[in-house]
């Protein structure tokens, strides 16, 4: 999914990544994944490839929806929105986004959480907005052969597959670890999309890789190996 070629060396990122604190900030964030990603080629939403920021949208039959210029960029997406992880809390009643980064240290602790991020064309991140993930009857068609599908009127959206069980499993460590409330919908859909779509090889590895820069990995996928984190190279992931 994540990858085609993804031959991270750690060593060549961080000397010591256990001892490296996890980024502190969005924009911390955005910075390392840049460099954790450097090296794979296929974003979240569609399972394009792209180079650097800029998205080949041949590459996966991508069609623009309505905005050429966002689809043709990378953006960081939080699976679980910054929205999501912010309203359940006082600072977002009292200023909102900024007002949470700044004077809230375990929003911008969920909010620079590598394990909830991800590259996704800009355009469907921006259609995505805040909503939630669902079954959906329709058949994908806004974005060519992209499989994704955004329902405006019902606010929500059908991931292709190949990601669903990933989505489910950062939801669930997302509550687990930051006090998130999830809806009792949205727990039996994620329990279930866990289920179905249990990880792969290609999830495990970026489990253990974005854990090596966290200092823990994502429960629901797997434990975090340490002694990994002292050698090179990871295992390539598979592109799905």
Known sequence: MLSRHLLVLLCLFLS??????????????KKIGWKLYERQSVEFYCGCNFNGNR???????????????RAARIEWEHIVPA???????QCWQNGGRKNCSKNDSVYRRAEA????????????NGDRSNYDFGWLPQAPSQYGACPT??????????PRKEIRGMIARTYLYMGDRYG???????????????KTYPAQAWERQRNQLVGCVMGWANPYVGQLD???????????????
């Open 16 to 29: 010591t990544p256990l001892a490296a604190a996890p980024p502190q900030s969005f924009s911390q964030a």
């Open 226 to 240: 340490k002694r990994l984190c002292q050698q090179a190279p990871m295992a390539a992931l598979n592109r799905h």
């Open 113 to 124: 959480d590598l394990h909830n991020l991800v590259p996704a064309i800009g355009e469907v």
């Open 55 to 69: 998205v080949d949208l041949k590459s996966c039959g991508y069609t623009p929806r309505k905005n050429a210029n």
């Open 180 to 194: 998130l409330r999830l809806s009792k919908q949205n727990r039996q859909l994620f329990a279930a999309w866990n």
């Open 83 to 89: 929205w999501q992880i912010g309203h359940q809390r």
């Open 149 to 158: 599908v955004v329902d405006f009127k019902a606010r929500k959206v059908m």
